[in-house]
Every structure is written in C-alpha cells, then in structure tokens.
Nanobody, 112 residues
Framework: QVQLVESGGGLVQAGGSLRLSCAAS????????MGWYRQAPGKQRELVAT???????NYADSVKGRFTVSRDNAKNTVYLQMNSLKPEDTAVYYC??????WGQGTQVTVSS
C-alpha cells in the first residue's frame, strides 16, 4: 500500500516562498509520474504541476515561472518550490502518485 505524506505548508505573505515536500512509501515511486494539485475553498481541485519518472515537467499556466516541481528518487520524495506567492495561491495542496494515490493535503495560506 502506497502512502503519501505532504509537509511544508503554512502561512506566508504575498511575494514570499514556501517549499512543499511529499514523501512516498513503497517501491514504485521512481517509475511513476508525480503531481501536485490544489483545491481552494468552494473550487474544484486543479492541477498545479507534474513530473514524470524521467524528469519532464508540466505546469498550470497560473504558476508557470513561479513554481518548480522536482523529485529525488533516492528519497522517494517530490518537491514543489513556490516563489512569488499570491493570495490566489491559497489552497490545500495535494500530492498525487501515478494518477491514483493521494496524500492528505497541506494548507498553504498567502496573506495580502
């Protein structure tokens, strides 16, 4: 059974930075695509960024140039570096493994 544990969320002022981490259990991490999603109050969950097993990345237009996704297969961990944060980035951020497994989410709040 795969488990995903996110960390690194918190409260930050607009313009600030946060780095989210997602640690995965199990042995399939290095072979599957990983993703970060977010869900703001009253809105649907949306894709933020993905990274393939080979390191190819994809970003939502709203975060391009500000967020960077990376992975460390030796540590079974995926990261989301978030810079130049905006109040509209406020949401619960979820880690996803292989379009199937989800983490419990971590709250990111950006104050204006």
């Amino acid at each position: 059974q795969v488990q995903l544990v996110e960390s690194g969320g918190g409260l930050v002022q607009a313009g600030g930075s946060l780095r989210l981490s997602c640690a995965a259990s199990g042995s399939i991490f290095s072979r599957v695509i990983m993703g970060w999603y977010r869900q703001a109050p009253g809105k649907q969950r949306e894709l933020v960024a993905t990274i393939t097993s080979g390191g190819s990345t994809n970003y939502a237009d709203s975060v391009k140039g500000r967020f960077t996704v990376s992975r460390d297969n030796a540590k079974n961990t995926v990261y989301l570096q978030m810079n130049s944060l905006k109040p509209e980035d406020t949401a619960v951020y979820y880690c996803n493994l292989g379009h199937f497994y989800w983490g419990q989410g971590t709250q990111v709040t950006v104050s204006s």
